[in-house]
């Protein structure tokens, strides 16, 4: 069974960054889509970013220019780099897997896999 691990999160002021790193076991990483998603209080569970096993990069609307997704498959690992940070960025943020190594969907049925979350809160 692929695990996945979520770290980094915490509590920062607005305008302040934070890296979230994601590390897989089992599987095979590389070839995976990884993701990551995010969920508020009271909220549906939303795309934040996205990384093809070619390394393709996809962003939602409300984080592009602001926040990078990257992987290191040596590391099994994928990151999330969030700058300039707002209160509307305070979620629980979850890594995702797909085995769709090209997948472009930023929907939550379409990653089969996924960690716990951490959580990350930014005070204005």
């Known amino acids: 069974q692929v695990q996945l691990v979520e770290s980094g999160g915490g509590l920062v002021q607005a305008g302040a960054s934070l890296r979230l790193s994601c590390l897989v076991s089992?599987?095979?990483?590389?070839?995976?889509?990884m993701a990551w998603f995010r969920q508020a209080p009271g909220k549906e569970r939303d795309f934040v970013a996205s990384i093809s096993r070619s390394g393709n990069t996809y962003y939602g609307d409300s984080v592009k220019g602001r926040f990078t997704i990257s992987r290191d498959n040596a590391k099994y690992t994928v990151y999330l780099q969030m700058n300039r940070l707002i209160p509307e960025d305070t979620a629980v943020y979850y890594c995702?897997?797909?085995?769709?190594?090209?997948?472009?969907?930023?929907?939550?049925?379409?990653?089969?896999?996924w960690g716990q979350g951490t959580q990350v809160t930014v005070s204005s």
């Open positions: 089992r599987g095979t990483f590389s070839t995976y889509t």
């Open positions: 995702a897997a797909s085995r769709n190594g090209y997948s472009t969907s930023r929907s939550v049925s379409a990653f089969g896999y």
